[in-house]
Structures are given as structure tokens and as C-alpha cells.
């Protein structure tokens, strides 16, 4: 298997997706909007990916809740960004981590009925005044303490529903003030600053997966950011941190990395990424984004050693189910969640 997940171009898997599928043979594949248009399709099209790899690799998406959200209604319900859940521990902390353990387990519902079993999310980053606003109510809350008890709760949601969660965006993207969809944020805060950050992740450091930043920290690596970085992915997310899970990078397509999408690749595995992302999420030509997921795939390493090892435990935490009532919990989630008036 390639050390990578790629995305597919539209709602179906073409003849010629199918041939390289089979032939590059990818751990895993990510669905954009684009691919996701109803559930008897999304179901085909995850059915057709598994013909075509001859075995049922992890699907990827974003489902986040909120301004997040691949699955998009009517065919799919309404989720609550984040931010939610922390004004609702405010006021109750009890009721907003109950809340947000069943919201994401009737999330995850939503998911693994699809055949969906990972799900980029939660947001651990730590918001900070006069940042862009791309993270916003995507984060939980402002404080670390409270960021950290509602990750645990929505990724035991996640869990519960048979979805591994993957927490976003190692070591940190609350304090970026442009976004890296865009151009490349530098974070020049000082250490005790970005210690909070980094607190943060500490907390769910147990966590399956982690995506990294696109973000340059000049006090840690002047020339790299993050995703790039060699010594921050050893020194700060594996070692201050204290992460040991998969790590997968950010999109490889954002305008944050500079270069070709293969040397962005050999770049992001060269500096201690397990695995890296390509989501194409720019491009709208089928033909375009076949061709970046033809240049991602070809340039990604072989998944053995350590990456590998971690790869198969992340498949292994997506494979846990509790039985529960999804009707029933519905009901004991809008009853929750009432002060808010946020239903689903």
C-alpha cells in the first residue's frame, strides 16, 4: 500500500480511477462534496472503491458540523458547529459533554452507514482575538481545559459509531491570521504562547489520527512549517505533545505549500507524516484532478514500519460498535442541546 489518501473527481468512480486504484493500490480514499450527491450513491461509489482496491479501505471525509460538512441537507441532517458545545458547557458542563458524545455518535451514524469509518474531525485548536476567522466556531472553545474534554467526548461519539476521529490541526492553526487554503500563515508568537496550543493536543494526545498545519512557526522552524517540518513533527507533535498515532498531512493542494504536488509529497514523508492528503479541493476539471492524484499517488512511499503499524491501529479504532437506538439518542440530543435551540 502507497502511504497516501486521495479523493476521487465526481459522484462516480470512472474506468480510469478504477485502474489506478487498483494498480497504486492507496491506504485510503477521502470524499469531497463533490463525490457526495445521495446516500444510495455515496454507498455505490464507497462500494465501487473497494471493488477496485480489492479490499475495504478506510473512507475519509469532513464532517465536522456546522459550516463543515460534506454530507450536506436535505439528504443528510444538520449538525452544530463546535462552538456550540462549548457555549452550552458554559452553562452546564455536564449536559455539553453528554451533548457532544451523542451528537457525534448520531454523526458518526450518518457515516458509517455509508461505509464511511473516519471522519476529520474534531477541531482542537485554540482560537485567539484577531485571528482569521477559518478555524471560528469550528473550535470548541477558548480555553484549553474546556477544548480537551469536549475532543475526548466527540471522539468516544465518533468511536461509539464505529468512526475513528482524526484531531485537526496539530500542533495548532487557532492563531493564524490568514488561511492557508490561501497563502501560508507564520505564527511568530513566543513558546509560552504556543504552549497552550500545544496543551491543547496534549490533552487528546491518545487520539487515532492527527492532521497537521500548514503553518510556518519561525520559533520552532524558521524555514519549514509544520507539515514540512522534520523538527517539529519529532520535537513538538511527537515529543512535547506527545502524539503516537497516524499522522496525516493537511490537503497537499492548498496554496500554503509552495512547489509540485509531488515534491510537497516527498517533503510531508521526508519530515515524519505517515501519510499524506490530497483533496484537489481547488479544482472543478475531472481531468485536473485526476491528473494531481495521479502525481500525489506516484510520489508517495511505500506504508511500512512504524507508519504502517500505526495505519493498522487506526483501522482498528474505526472498527469499535456500541448498539444503541439512533431514534432515542435524537431525543435525548435535542433535549440536551434545547438551550441552544439547536436540533437535529
Request: hydrophobic share 45%.
Amino acid at each position: 500500500m502507497r502511504a497516501c489518501i486521495l479523493s476521487v473527481s465526481g459522484p462516480e468512480l470512472s474506468s480510469a480511477e478504477a485502474s489506478y486504484l487498483k494498480e497504486l493500490q492507496p491506504w485510503a480514499l477521502i470524499l469531497m462534496g463533490r463525490s457526495c450527491v445521495s446516500k444510495a450513491q455515496v454507498q455505490k461509489l464507497v462500494d465501487d472503491i473497494w471493488a477496485a482496491l480489492e479490499r475495504p479501505c478506510l473512507i475519509f471525509i469532513d464532517q465536522e458540523g456546522g459550516r463543515v460538512a460534506r454530507l450536506k441537507a436535505p439528504e443528510w441532517p444538520v449538525f452544530p458547529p463546535a462552538a456550540n458545545y462549548g457555549a452550552l458547557f458554559q452553562a452546564s458542563p455536564d449536559d455539553a459533554l453528554e451533548a457532544c458524545r451523542i451528537g457525534h455518535t448520531l454523526l458518526g451514524h450518518e457515516l458509517a452507514e455509508l461505509g464511511i469509518h473516519a471522519d476529520c474531525s474534531p477541531v482542537v485548536d485554540l482560537p485567539v482575538s484577531g485571528a482569521h476567522d477559518i478555524i471560528g466556531d469550528r473550535a470548541f472553545a477558548r480555553d484549553v481545559e474546556t477544548i480537551g474534554l469536549l475532543t475526548n467526548a466527540a471522539l468516544q461519539g465518533l468511536s461509539d459509531a464505529g468512526v475513528a476521529g482524526v484531531i485537526k490541526h496539530i500542533p495548532g492553526h487557532g492563531r493564524a491570521r490568514a488561511d492557508s487554503h490561501e497563502e501560508l500563515p507564520v505564527v511568530s508568537d513566543s513558546a509560552n504562547e504556543l504552549d497552550k496550543d500545544f496543551r491543547a493536543f496534549e490533552l487528546i494526545n491518545h487520539a487515532p489520527m492527527a492532521m497537521t498545519a500548514h503553518i510556518l512557526y519561525p520559533e520552532i522552524d524558521p524555514k519549514e512549517p509544520a507539515t514540512t517540518s522534520k523538527s517539529l513533527i519529532s520535537n513538538i507533535i511527537r515529543k512535547r505533545i506527545g502524539f503516537d498515532g497516524l499522522l496525516m498531512s493537511d490537503d497537499l493542494g492548498m496554496k500554503a505549500l509552495g512547489g509540485p504536488l509531488s515534491e510537497r509529497a516527498e517533503r510531508a514523508l521526508s519530515a515524519g507524516c505517515d501519510v499524506v492528503l490530497h483533496c484537489a479541493g481547488f479544482e472543478k476539471d475531472r481531468d485536473a484532478i485526476f491528473a494531481e492524484m495521479r502525481e500525489v499517488g506516484n510520489a508517495s512511499w511505500e506504508l511500512q514500519g512504524k507508519p504502517l503499524e500505526r495505519a493498522l491501529q487506526a483501522e482498528a479504532a474505526s472498527t469499535r460498535k456500541i448498539l444503541y437506538s439512533a431514534d432515542e439518542l435524537r431525543v435525548q440530543f435535542n433535549e440536551l442541546m434545547r438551550k441552544g435551540e439547536v436540533t437535529v
